[in-house]
């Protein structure tokens, strides 16, 4: 019997391969591997390639002080990946984060919903909240994202035709924090008067505070490192910003207050839950994938712009913008698919081994034990060439599209699931996961009713450089 090769059958499993090196110095190093002199996506091709293996022992950021233990089992191919869903095999308290975890000062002193296990009773009921929060405004989140993007692109026009330019990202920005609030809680966060134009800058704050370990923002190292990945922020810095917050929410999510309380939450809870849900899961989400969207389809060209317009425009009919219309959207969606798969706005995912356990890659079985931490690094995973073939790295929009493009849906994993599974209250795949290819969907076709085809310049922002309106 051959030692783990052929990946199925009775082979034996062999061990992972790879060294967590000298304890502490090799954490620092590769951190400085990871964020400076790497890059993350050369970090784990680099060790995946020098181990001959995609299942590797790796130490991940932020390590010291940050993270108690870097050590982690990195999965990165789109086989062994799965397992990170499996919540038979593997726990997800207080692993959202990774290796370490933001104070639960930043979240009202409780531990929020994407840090709770299924195991725990909270975790169904808040995320049973967040699924009735949701299904009570299906209504709302068309009209709501059409009101506040078509308003984004009348200032791109107007930025456009005063200095030939306008920032996309720094536009969505504030439209997105808007948007979700109106669409959540039919209350535009503008319109509080604990928060007024502040929102998102008080938002950002917050997710930087949260994040800062696992964040460059291109500062120099000499900086960044004692600054962002050493230690963490102190809460008190940003304690009148996360009230702020908070106010708003209190008043504008009575309703769904109420609901809380009938499911056996307090309001405080269930606040916070919100606040968190919204603002970081829902508002840092679409702050990364809007702009993602928007790069991707302005650098595949005006050929895939002609296709978009003439798809949205034909099942649109000079109608309204309806569910039904959506649905005969094909290459649309496909499009959102493509950036989500190939440019995941949430990279890392993690999940500690609830017992012994073989985990299986292309090539080979591997032992893992109890308690060992494993890392997704999701790239990896969905732009595998085993399973997406020589175009695995490249922005194909239509490659969802059709039966033989369904097939491949199922190794789409933004939603730490795949893509033909659904959220419930007893897995950890994000409840907003219909609504993020909703709202992708709603970008593109706010973009092509109006403009047969635009020009972007792509960098750290999306900068939108001209626009051809529909004639
Ligand atoms: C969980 C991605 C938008 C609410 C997750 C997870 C991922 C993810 C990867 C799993 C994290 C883990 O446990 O490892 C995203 C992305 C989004 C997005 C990329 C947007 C682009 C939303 C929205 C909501 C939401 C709109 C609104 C309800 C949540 C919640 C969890 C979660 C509450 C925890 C789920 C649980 O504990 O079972 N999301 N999400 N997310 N997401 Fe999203």
Redesign the pocket.
Known sequence: MELGRGGSGNVLPRPVPGSYGVPFVSAVRDRLDFYYLQGQDKYFESRAEKHGSTVVRINVPPGPFMARDPRVVALLDAKSFPV?FDVAKVE?RD??TGTYMPSTSLTGGYRV??Y?D?SEPT?AK??QL?FS??ASRKDAFVPAFRANFGALLDTVESQIAGSGKSNFTGLNDATSFEF?GEAYFGVRPSASSALATGGPTKAAKWLLWQLAPLTTLGLPMILEEPLLHTVPLPFFLIRSDYKALYAYFAAAASDALDDAERLGLSREEACHNLL???VF??Y???K??LPRILSRVAEAGKGLHERLAAEIRGAVAGGEVTMAALEKMELTRSVVWEA?RLD???RF???RAKADLEIESHDAKYAIKKGEMLFGYQPCATRDPRVFGATAREFVGDRFVGEEGRKLLKYVY???GRETES?SVD???????N??VLVGRLLLVELFLRYDTFTAEVGTNVVITGVTKAA
């Open positions: 990170l997800k692993v959202f919903c994407s709770l299924p975790h808040v995320k967040l929060l949701l979700i968190f849900a919204t899961n829902s840092g989400g679409f990364l994938l989500l995941p706005p949430v995912q993690y999940g933004w939603s730490n959220p897995n950890k795949q994000c409840p907003g996961k609504l993020v």
